[in-house]
């Protein structure tokens, strides 16, 4: 561009010295063409920057990790006047890692009308990933202005985590909701309340389940089998803090995430209804949400997504518990982040429930004895970052 510049500059030159040498009307309209044309282009490549409107399209505000997904610039040239070359520099990154890719995208724009260009991204984590156009150039015919426009131009996309396998053990004879109305259509159980199933009678069946009244219709004796309720008072609460800033953020990130969609999957796969807890960065409380199906966990994880901040901030999970001082379960699952293990003590000290886990992410094998250092009444499970399957493979929930 500057090599258009200076030659444009040389032949400015000459036509003046041409007007000079020649007294014709020919230099004279050639040279005022060469003094207009610059000021043309300038005037015409102003307007059509000023004209221009820039967004992105995505077909959708989530997607999976490792999968690539379309993206387009959409560029809409409201001006009469084309432009033969336009350049778009974007850039994308996960907002919890500093680490910005950039690329450009070359293309022309027609007059009055609109220029989509389709793009693939992906990632290897999840997380928020943001796209920005840093600015888009625009040139003159000519190429002797360039005009930027389109400047930090964002859309944000939730990646979501994958699901990994959990071969863990459901227990089922633990306290139960007072006031319980979801039931196993599976598994019998003890809730009188609603019944499972009819059948004939067993040697070793308790006499009070006998149905007398149509055991007498059928002549022979008819028990009742119970149902089993599924939502019985069963918690994941997630810690989103994030204890270090480094190149280890976003694979903890990952990982504290993806464990408890796998947590929350397996049990969902088991009928246990359950409430997972987080604290919102963005609306600055805890949520609480009953995970009923795989649908209402894969929005509530990318809610989850979408409300953290850049800096992964999160209040004490102890400011929960006081707020909510009685809570009673039958199964709590605990999921953090080494190294601060301070907070394991206090819900050691004051979380009733049945049962008690504890599944904290470390970085490598050699920081897993750290984690149960002191650490007797939780079930303490070690989860080394990407080793999911394999470290909670005998979680009891």
Same mark, same amino acid.
């Given at each position: 561009?500057?090599?258009?510049?200076?030659?444009?500059?040389?032949?400015?030159?000459?036509?003046?010295?041409?007007?000079?040498?020649?007294?014709?009307?020919?230099?004279?309209?050639?040279?005022?063409?060469?003094?207009?044309?610059?000021?043309?282009?300038?005037?015409?490549?102003?307007?059509?920057?000023?004209?221009?409107?820039?967004?992105?399209?995505?077909?959708?505000?989530?997607?999976?990790?490792?999968?690539?997904?379309?993206?387009?610039?959409?560029?809409?040239?409201?001006?009469?006047?084309?432009?033969?070359?336009?350049?778009?520099?974007?850039?994308?990154?996960?907002?919890?890692?500093?680490?910005?890719?950039?690329?450009?995208?070359?293309?022309?724009?027609?007059?009055?009308?609109?220029?989509?260009?389709?793009?693939?991204?992906?990632?290897?984590?999840?997380?928020?990933?943001?796209?920005?156009?840093?600015?888009?150039?625009?040139?003159?015919?000519?190429?002797?202005?360039?005009?930027?426009?389109?400047?930090?131009?964002?859309?944000?996309?939730?990646?979501?985590?994958?699901?990994?396998?959990?071969?863990?053990?459901?227990?089922?004879?633990?306290?139960?909701?007072?006031?319980?109305?979801?039931?196993?259509?599976?598994?019998?159980?003890?809730?009188?309340?609603?019944?499972?199933?009819?059948?004939?009678?067993?040697?070793?069946?308790?006499?009070?389940?006998?149905?007398?009244?149509?055991?007498?219709?059928?002549?022979?004796?008819?028990?009742?089998?119970?149902?089993?309720?599924?939502?019985?008072?069963?918690?994941?609460?997630?810690?989103?803090?994030?204890?270090?800033?480094?190149?280890?953020?976003?694979?903890?990130?990952?990982?504290?995430?993806?464990?408890?969609?796998?947590?929350?999957?397996?049990?969902?796969?088991? @009928?246990?209804?359950? #409430?997972?807890?987080?604290? =919102?960065?963005?609306?600055?409380?805890?949520?609480? !949400?009953? %995970? &009923? *199906?795989?649908?209402?966990?894969?929005?509530?994880?990318?809610?989850?997504?979408?409300?953290?901040?850049?800096?992964?901030?999160? @209040?004490?999970?102890? #400011?929960?518990?006081?707020? =909510?001082?009685?809570?009673?379960?039958?199964?709590? !699952?605990? %999921? &953090? *982040?080494?190294?601060?293990?301070?907070?394991?003590?206090?819900?050691?000290?004051?979380?009733?429930?049945?049962?008690?886990?504890?599944?904290?992410?470390? #970085?490598?094998?050699?920081?897993?004895?750290?984690?149960?250092?002191?650490?007797?009444?939780?079930? &303490?499970?070690?989860?080394?970052?990407?080793?999911?399957?394999?470290?909670?493979?005998?979680?009891?929930?």
């Amino acid at each position: 561009m500057l090599i258009v510049k200076i030659l444009f500059l040389l032949l400015i030159v000459i036509c003046v010295f041409f007007y000079i040498l020649y007294m014709w009307n020919f230099s004279l309209v050639l040279m005022i063409i060469f003094l207009v044309l610059p000021v043309v282009m300038f005037v015409t490549t102003l307007i059509t920057k000023l004209s221009i409107k820039t967004e992105f399209a995505v077909q959708s505000k989530a997607t999976p990790k490792n999968k690539s997904f379309p993206v387009q610039l959409c560029v809409t040239n409201k001006s009469i006047f084309p432009v033969g070359k336009a350049e778009a520099h974007i850039e994308y990154y996960n907002i919890f890692n500093n680490q910005i890719n950039e690329f450009e995208l070359l293309f022309p724009l027609q007059a009055l009308n609109s220029h989509r260009v389709t793009f693939q991204l992906s990632s290897k984590y999840c997380g928020i990933l943001k796209i920005r156009s840093a600015y888009i150039s625009i040139y003159d015919p000519l190429r002797i202005f360039r005009f930027k426009t389109g400047k930090n131009i964002t859309a944000e996309i939730a990646v979501m985590p994958e699901i990994h396998e959990v071969n863990g053990a459901i227990s089922f004879t633990d306290r139960e909701s007072e006031e319980s109305s979801v039931f196993s259509e599976n598994n019998a159980g003890d809730d009188p309340s609603e019944v499972f199933d009819l059948r004939e009678y067993a040697v070793g069946d308790k006499i009070n389940r006998i149905h007398w009244k149509l055991s007498s219709k059928k002549d022979e004796l008819i028990v009742k089998e119970y149902s089993m309720p599924v939502d019985v008072p069963c918690m994941i609460f997630l810690n989103l803090k994030c204890y270090e800033d480094s190149e280890y953020t976003l694979p903890v990130f990952d990982t504290l995430v993806e464990t408890l969609m796998s947590v929350s999957q397996f049990l969902i796969e088991n @009928e246990r209804i359950h #409430k997972v807890v987080y604290y =919102n960065a963005s609306m600055r409380e805890f949520c609480e !949400t009953d %995970i &009923t *199906s795989p649908e209402v966990l894969a929005e509530t994880v990318r809610n989850m997504i979408f409300s953290v901040n850049d800096n992964l901030y999160c @209040e004490p999970p102890e #400011k929960y518990f006081q707020i =909510n001082p009685n809570i009673s379960l039958s199964s709590f !699952t605990f %999921i &953090t *982040s080494a190294p601060d293990t301070s907070v394991l003590h206090y819900i050691e000290e004051n979380i009733d429930a049945d049962i008690r886990n504890a599944v904290v992410i470390v #970085k490598s094998p050699e920081n897993v004895s750290e984690v149960c250092a002191g650490i007797t009444e939780l079930n &303490t499970i070690p989860v080394v970052i990407g080793r999911i399957t394999s470290s909670v493979r005998d979680i009891e929930l």
